[in-house]
């Protein structure tokens, strides 16, 4: 059985997904520099809301990285 994610769960994890591959695009192999580089920002206002959404977006640029070339191609 798989567990069913509501609408908002949803929509954060395809703005987290977007914002991953954005950065690829954008900034190729230095994107899960640039989205620590932004989480460090969020960790130094204090802000862990922030700081999440940055570590869940860093996940998700490791894990387009190691899924395969797709990922190096959009740069």
Not at 5 to 17: D, E, K, V, Y
Not at 40 to 63: N, P, T, V
């Amino acid at each position: 059985m798989t567990a069913r994610l509501s609408t908002p769960a949803m929509a954060w994890m395809t703005a987290t997904r977007t914002t991953a591959l954005a950065l690829i695009a954008q900034y190729g192999g230095d994107a899960e520099t640039i989205a620590m580089l932004r989480a460090a920002e969020y960790a130094a206002l204090g802000d862990l809301k922030g700081l999440a959404d940055w570590d869940e977006i860093i996940a998700d640029i490791r894990r387009l990285d190691t899924e395969g070339p797709g990922a190096g191609a959009l740069n």
